[in-house]
């Protein structure tokens, strides 16, 4: 429960943990759709340890379309 003096309940009157997860979604809605999905799949990526061709069953996706994806989002290693 938040409490505050006026009609709006802002970011920091929130509790600590539901103020990250403000700040999180506030961030996430300045992202194109192309950086959301490049930050997807670098979790993904993450996730299995940079494997490919895990990651690409993971997302369901082909192998070269994920080897696509990675270079347009600049993550290509």
């Known amino acids: 429960m938040a409490m505050v003096d006026g009609d709006v309940i802002d970011t920091p009157d929130m509790p600590s943990n539901m103020r990250s997860a403000c700040i999180s979604n506030e961030a996430g809605l300045n992202r194109t759709l192309e950086q959301a999905e ?14 490919k061709t895990k990651a690409a069953k993971i997302l369901d996706i082909d192998r070269k379309t994920l080897r696509e994806k990675l270079k347009r989002g600049g993550l290509e290693t």
């Open 38 to 51: 490049t930050e997807y799949i670098r979790n993904v990526l993450d996730s299995v340890s940079g494997n």
